[in-house]
């Protein structure tokens, strides 16, 4: 009954239908617990079988759209999902989809799952290579892995002790206002470049670097993107400020963010100081 449980917030997390508080501690656990990594993983491409299949309830599949459109990296795997089940039905047509089964936990990941996806052996892969090409396989692969790569220089550019990188032509400098208001201020245009590794936004500090800070960048949706926890502002010329250092991957421009901060407290909870509108383009 546990898994069950477990399995349902999965799914609703990825649907979007958890509330922030709820999301936050999802993620953090993926982050910090590779088998339950796993278990999101291989939920997720449950969701996208039952989508491929026509199997969503109304329900789900109002909120799978909704959820699945709104970035072109979601939207790609709904594709490549498509692509495969194509080719699925093509090369299987006597398989009947299968309803998702639950799996004990694998040190093989996602393939080790037994759902439409997964009754190809290798062999079949490589036919899969041929009808649809290697890029469309390596598509899919980055897709499912990326996040976790670009998530990992994320909080690599993050940590304590971490270097600050100056602006030049691979480093974007924004400077944003202090932390001392309430609500969402001004948009903030962030033009990047191909050249553009990373994004940097630099916000002044009042309190002098006594605060922790925890972070949430999100889409204009609500969807989040990232969150950090434990940032910490430098000291900058004398002055204190948090420095949010953000690999330019992570963004899709053009779209609008959110990015909200909030002040820890000695007792674990937060306390939200402002939100920054954020519209990121890109010039060739």
Same mark, same amino acid.
């Given at each position: 009954?546990?898994? $069950?449980?477990? &399995? ?7 649907? !979007?239908? *958890?509330?922030? @508080?709820?999301? /936050? ?16 993983? $291989?939920?997720? &491409? ?7 299949? !026509?199997? *969503?309830?109304? @329900?789900?599949? /109002? ?16 594709? $490549? ?204």
């Amino acid at each position: 009954m546990k898994d $069950i449980q477990h &399995e349902r917030v999965i799914r609703r997390y990825l649907l !979007g239908e *958890l509330d922030e @508080r709820e999301q /936050e501690q999802l993620e953090q656990r993926v982050i910090t617990d590779p088998n339950y990594k796993e278990e999101v993983l $291989i939920t997720e &491409e449950e969701l996208l079988e039952e989508f491929v299949n !026509g199997t *969503l309830p109304p @329900r789900d599949l /109002e909120s799978f759209t909704r959820v699945y459109s709104s970035s072109p990296a979601l939207r790609r795997k709904v594709k $490549i999902a498509q692509a495969l089940n194509r080719y699925a039905a093509k090369q299987s047509p006597v398989v009947q989809p299968m309803a998702p089964k639950r799996r004990p936990k694998s040190p093989s990941g996602l393939f080790s799952v037994k759902g439409r996806f997964h009754q190809f052996s290798i062999a079949a892969l490589i036919l899969i290579v041929a009808a649809v090409g290697i890029g469309a396989v390596l598509t899919y692969w980055l897709i499912t892995h990326k996040w976790r790569a670009d998530y990992d220089t994320l909080v690599a550019l993050n940590q304590s002790g971490s270097e600050v990188l100056q602006p030049n032509g691979s480093v974007i400098s924004v400077s944003l206002p202090p932390l001392l208001f309430r609500g969402p201020g001004e948009r903030k245009n962030i033009n990047i470049t191909k050249q553009t590794k990373t994004v940097q936004l630099r916000l002044p500090d009042s309190s002098g670097g006594t605060y922790s800070f925890h972070v949430i960048l999100k889409h204009s949706d609500g969807s989040v993107v990232f969150t950090l926890d434990d940032l910490r502002a430098r000291q900058i010329d004398q002055h204190s400020i948090l420095v949010l250092q953000i690999p330019a991957k992570m963004l899709t421009p053009p779209q609008d963010y959110q990015l909200e901060i909030s002040e820890k407290h000695p007792d674990g909870t937060y306390e939200n100081l402002g939100t920054y509108p954020l519209h990121v383009t890109e010039t060739p």
